[in-house]
């Protein structure tokens, strides 16, 4: 079972974002949204796996910070 794609639920949000909101200026680019935890849904092997492909989309370079991530499923 451990080479099964499993689904993860991953925290993510912008810190610069956040920042800004908190002293009531907006992102260049990002929507005030960003700000606050959005939960998205990645399929990998393991949390590792889910960690890197979380970081890909969301990069810390540009202020995302990956937060809490946990198994929902496994997909056979």
């Not at 890197?52 to 496994?74: C, D, L, M, Y």
């Amino acid at each position: 079972m451990s080479g099964w794609v499993k689904t993860f639920e991953v925290a993510v949000y912008n810190k610069d974002v956040r920042d800004l909101v908190k002293k009531g200026e907006k992102h260049q680019f990002y929507e005030d949204k960003w700000g606050d935890i959005h939960f998205i849904e990645i399929k990998a092997m393991d949390k590792d796996e889910a960690r890197v492909k979380a970081q890909r989309k969301h990069p810390p370079e540009k202020g995302f910070v990956i937060g809490n991530i946990v198994q929902t499923s496994v997909d056979p």
